[in-house]
Each structure stands twice: as C-alpha cells, then as structure tokens.
C-alpha cells in the first residue's frame, strides 16, 4: 500500500491553467459549485434541464425520476428517443455531415477516416441487415470484435432498432462467451475473421464457434463475421453470413426505433465478488445523458477537438468514451486497432503527434508500463496538440501521475484522474479541467448532481479524514438499472439492507482529504481484483482452477505490482502429491493456460504455489488475510492461534 500513503501524503497542488479555465464549459470553481448548489436545490429540475438540453427526444418527457419501487430507479420514463440518432443523424441534420467522426489507425499504421454522413449510412446499412435476419427491438446481440470502425458501427446499428448490445472483450475464452450468449439469450453473434495486434494475426471467430458447440446456445440464429484480414475462415452454411454480402444492396434509410427512456442499450458482464459475471444493464436516455455531459463537463470538449480513448470497446470505457460519448458531441475520435508498444514504445506519442490529438484518455497501467519502456520517449514527438489528459480504471500513483503531467503534457494539461465503474455509466469523481486544483494521485470531487459519500459499516457517513466504503447518497439518471435476469442479486450487490437499502454500494474504500474533502480511492473492498485495470472476481478464478480435474482446492488474492497495479496470486491444493521444484513449475505452466481457456489470457495466475492444504480456521474457513500477507512476502508470525494447521504457512511460504 506504499502508493495510497504516497498518496495521502500528497501536498502538491495545480491549480488550472488561467488559459483553460478561460475558455472551459465550466469555468471556474464558482461555476462547479453554482452547479452543484442547482442539483442541490432542486434535483429532478437539475437532471431534467440537463436531459432537455442535451439529449434530442422523439417525444419529449414529463416524469422525471420514478422512486415508485426502489432501488429500480426510472429516469425520463414517459420520453421517448433513440440513441443513434442522437449520435449520428442529429449531427448531420446539424451540418456535421462532411466532419470526420472517426479517424480510425490499423495495427499496420494504415490510416481510414469516416464522416459523420458515411458512418451513418454504414449504421444503416447494418442497421437494416439485422433487421433482414429477423433482429429486432429488444432481441439481445453479443458482439465480439476487435477494435475497428464495424465494432462501433454494430453497437450504433444494434442502438438504432432497439436491439440491446452485449459486447465481449476479444481477449475473452470460448468459454467466457458461451456463458455470455446464454445468460444474455443472445438471438446474433457479430464477430470478425481474425484480429491484428502487435504485427500478428489472430483468429477470433473460431472461438464463437467452439463457445457456440459448447451448447446452451441454441437461442443464436446467425453468426455475422466481418472480413478483417481475408485468412482462412470457416463458414457454418445456414447460420454464419458474411458482413460484406449482408449490407450489399440494403435499403438506404432506415427510421430510427424510437424507444422509450428505459429501454435497456446494452448489456456489459462484469466481475463482482461472488459467482459469474454479471449483466450489467444499462438505459438508454440516462446512460447516454451521462456520456454527453461528462464529455462536456469532464473533458471539455469542443467542435475542433481530436479526442483519443484508447479502451477497448469491450470494457465500459470503450462504450461511453468510444461508441457513444464522442459521437453524440458530434466530435472527432480516434480509434486505434494496435498496442501500445508495438512496433515500439513511441506508437502512442506516435499517434498523438500525426493526428494532432487534443484530448488523450488511457490507463494507469498503460502509463506504467510506457515508463518503463522509454521515460524520455514523449519528448522525441511534437504532443503540442494536447490539451487535456485522462486516466480510469485504477488509482494512478503520484509518481505516474506527475511523469503523464510533465512529460506528455508539458506541464500545460490538467490530468484528469477519472473513478468510476461499469455500473455508473460514466465518470462520478472527477476533477474539471477550466475548475478543480489537481492534486496527484487524487479523483478530486465528486460530479455535479453525484452525492458520493465515505460510510462505515453501517452506512454512517464518516468525518473527512477517516477511511471507509465509498457510497452514492441519491441515484443518477447513467446508473445500471439492474443485473440481466437477477433483479435480486442487483439489489444484493449494490443497494445492501446494512446500508438501509438506499445507498450506492460502490465496491471500493475510499477517505477524504482532512481539509479539502477531495476523494481518494483505496481499492476493492470486496473479492475483486484490478489487474491492469481489468476487473476479476477471485472467485472466478477459483471456480477455473478447481474444474480443472487435476485441482482439489485453491484461493486466489491479489498482491500490489509495480507495473499492473494488482497480481494474481493463486494458493493451489491438488488432488496427487504437491509437486516440487521443476514439476511445480511445470504444473504452474498447465494451470495458467488452463485459466486462460476457462475465463481469458488476462486472468492467468501470476503465482501459482502448491500447499498440501491451505491455512484455514477450525470451522473450515480459509484464511485469506494470511493468503495475502504470504503473496506479499510479509511475516505472517502474527494470530495464527485460530489457525486449524499452522504448519501450513511454512510450506505456502517457498513460493514458485
Ligand atoms: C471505468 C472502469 C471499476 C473499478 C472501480 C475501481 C477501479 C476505476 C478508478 C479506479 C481508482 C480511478 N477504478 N477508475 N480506482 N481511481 N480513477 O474502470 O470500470 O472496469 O467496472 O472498474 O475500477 O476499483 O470499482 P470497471
């Protein structure tokens, strides 16, 4: 935990740039606060105004928010709109036809760029080839592709006729999206060929096909496959379509689905601490409420802006911040096929520099591991074009912070660290760049309208100052609505009867700054992991390496790591003899490729140890503080006396 005391100790303080404050949407610290006394005084009125003036609606609301059955909370609920056109037409109506919408760069560095009005007719065009296959509002459509101008193209087309996109990160197994298909009884895969990253090609579509013939996947009709790379590819004739000859001689209008407020957008499983992922289901009007005013708000973006999101759209960043936030602010957006360090470390200060990106959004760990890869590499390229930086997914560390501030943006851009969370739908707290005095390591203050609060344990709020669980005080119009197909485990999850049943459980610890009140987060609070900003429930592993037929029983946490912010540390006990030395090592190799075919390559165990049995009470629990301490390499000498096997820890202990 030396980075949260870094943190804590944290005195330096940048306060916004005179030039950005003057000409920031908001501007100023007493126009943040003016904001936050409007939601203050009168809530709905505040969400409403907000709803008017940023979102188009087909037919205007009059409800504002519904608390009628708590926590599924309605927002806009008598309104009706439609989200793609918001993102697409109403741009082009509003003269952005000939403005580029995507400068997308392959991993090879070739460069496409689409208009506003081509990526509208590319909406359309599939918009009306999934409508040709009998798709229609409401049928659920997982999509599994790699980061392209179609993957954006099949959420906006899924949005435009009232389909409910579920999309799964490529990185994923066949077994993980299997269990997508079925949860979601998913009517449509849309996936692609093969996906190119780091100068390799790999196949992507034949995990559809292995996840499909693992069965409970009878509700999938067809498998639409986007022609990527043109390597060999096989095709199930009656079920799997080509992308090209799907949208060859389609109609070219389509009228948008007009869906009421509520209607679910899309599906997005998550890791939570208990059993398998989670749906997380979000609206249509809110959610895409939070994404515009957060892009104004947050990052402040305006008509001449290239904005840069490096997220995959597999995660909920890519979602808000690449499929739909940018575009329905009629903005320019880059969306990069490649990796960071491929063909070298430069690629991303690469990028900045040939598109003349202004507004630059990534991960901690990508920053991390940029560091490490060439500190002086930033300045080798022309960042001159950057206003503004971001970073989500994980606390970023002073020491990171400070390198992103100094040496990408010239100690000229605020560097907005952004918490929030697949559940929120986009930022919660998070300092405004033309408003808010940065403090590295910092979220800063909560959004306008966001009442986040630190609690104990009985849902107390505490003095500033004191550590706790970070909460939400009143629900938001981008909040999930529920858990697909488990309204209960949504209740369970996030709105918990300890806490009163009206308060947001966020999942992470957080404190207060003493004097400023400014936000620091700690980190799950809960079975959860953050690996390189993925979100893995321990569990999930747990339940992967326990089906392996050769596993008795194991335990997995998490370590600080310098470079991914958290490591997988699994405790294994197997059915034969604990192996040593040299079989260790082996059966530690077959284990994480084990994990890698069960969950996905993200959530292979970093360290795999062998213990005859593990550290458990006398009731049989298994002590996982003491799993901790021993993935840390700390004493773990002390209060072992409820510790049924105490000898245990001297064999955990010699690692592999
Ligand atoms: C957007 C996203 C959510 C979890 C969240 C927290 C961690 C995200 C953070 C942060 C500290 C930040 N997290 N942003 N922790 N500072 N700026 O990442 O969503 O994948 O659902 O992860 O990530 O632990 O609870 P998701």
Redesign the pocket.
């Known amino acids: 935990m030396t980075s949260i005391q870094s943190v804590l100790q944290e005195t330096r303080i940048f306060p916004p740039p005179a030039e950005v404050v003057a000409r920031a949407t908001v501007s100023g610290m007493a126009a943040y606060e003016a904001l936050c006394r409007e939601a203050e005084a009168d809530y709905e009125g505040f969400w409403a105004r907000l709803a008017r003036e940023h979102l188009s609606w087909k037919r205007p609301f009059d409800e504002v928010l519904d608390e009628s059955r708590v926590p599924f909370y309605k927002w806009f609920a008598d309104g009706d709109l439609n989200v793609s056109y918001n993102c697409l037409d109403r741009n082009v109506e509003a003269g952005l036809g000939e403005k580029t919408a995507i400068i997308f760069e392959a991993d090879d560095g070739k460069v496409t760029k689409v208009t506003y009005r081509e990526l509208l007719a590319r909406t359309i065009a599939f918009a009306n080839a999934l409508k040709s296959q009998g798709i229609a509002k409401g049928d659920r459509v997982v999509i599994y592709m790699p980061m392209s101008i179609e993957g954006v193209v099949a959420m906006q087309a899924c949005a435009r006729i009232g389909a409910i996109h579920s999309v799964v990160f490529g990185g994923f197994s066949a077994k993980s999206l299997q269990e997508r298909i079925q949860d979601a009884g998913a009517v449509a895969v849309i996936t692609a060929d093969e996906q190119c990253r780091g100068g390799k090609t790999m196949p992507l579509k034949p995990a559809v096909d292995e996840g499909i013939a693992m069965g409970g996947c009878e509700s999938i009709r067809c498998v639409i496959v986007y022609r990527r790379t043109g390597g060999p590819c096989r095709m199930l004739a009656g079920r799997d379509l080509w992308w090209h000859e799907l949208i060859a001689n389609q109609p070219e209008t389509c009228e948008p689905e007009w869906v009421e407020a509520e209607h679910p957008l899309f599906l997005l499983y998550?890791s939570g601490s208990t059993g398998k992922p989670k749906g997380v289901q979000h609206s249509s009007a809110g959610y895409l409420l939070h994404a515009v005013i957060t892009m104004k708000w947050v990052f402040d973006i305006r008509p001449e802006d290239v904005f840069w999101c490096t997220a995959d759209i597999g995660?909920?960043?890519g979602h808000t911040y690449i499929a739909y936030g940018p575009l329905a602010c009629g903005a320019t957006e880059i969306i990069f096929e490649g990796i960071p360090t491929w063909p070298d470390a430069g690629r991303f200060w690469k990028l900045i520099q040939d598109h003349k990106v202004s507004i630059f959004y990534t991960a901690p760990t990508a920053i991390r591991s940029l560091i490490k890869a060439g500190p002086e590499l930033p300045r080798q390229y022309d960042l001159s074009s950057l206003r503004i930086l971001g970073?989500?997914?994980?606390?970023i560390n002073p020491e990171a912070w400070m390198w992103y501030y100094t040496e990408v943006g010239g100690s000229r851009c605020p560097v907005l660290?952004?918490?929030?969370?697949?559940e929120t739908g986009g930022h919660m707290i998070a300092p405004l760049p033309g408003a808010t005095p940065l403090v590295p390591g910092s979220?800063t203050l909560p959004l306008p309208g966001i009442q986040a609060a630190v609690v104990d344990e009985n849902g107390n709020e505490l003095p500033w100052g004191e550590g706790g669980s970070l909460v939400v005080k009143k629900p938001w119009p981008g909040m999930l609505r529920t858990i697909w197909g488990d309204p209960e485990r949504f209740v369970k999850s996030y709105y918990p009867i300890e806490f009163g049943g009206r308060l947001y459980l966020?999942?992470?610890g957080a404190v207060r700054d003493a004097k400023t009140g400014y936000f620091t987060?700690m980190?799950?609070i809960d079975d959860v992991l953050?690996v390189s900003?993925h979100?893995m429930g321990t569990m999930e592993i747990e339940s992967a390496l326990v089906a392996n037929p050769l596993v008795a029983e194991a335990a997995v946490v998490g370590r600080p790591d310098d470079l991914t912010g958290e490591a997988i540390c699994a405790f294994v006990v197997l059915k034969g003899e604990r192996p040593q030395g040299a079989a260790a090592e082996q059966m530690a190799t077959q284990l994480r490729e084990w994990v890698g075919k069960e969950i996905g390559p993200i959530a292979k165990p970093r360290d795999i140890r062998f213990g005859d049995n593990l550290p458990k009470t006398r009731s049989g629990k298994i002590m996982r503080r003491l799993l901790r301490q021993l993935a840390r390499g700390e004493d773990v000498a002390q209060d072992v006396s409820t510790l049924e096997n105490p000898a245990i820890l001297e064999q955990l202990k010699a690692g592999v």
Request: proline share 4%; glycine share 16%.
């Open positions: 998550t995660w909920v960043t970073s989500v997914g994980e606390p660290d952004t918490f929030w969370q697949t979220c966020a999942g992470d987060i980190g799950r953050n900003g979100r």
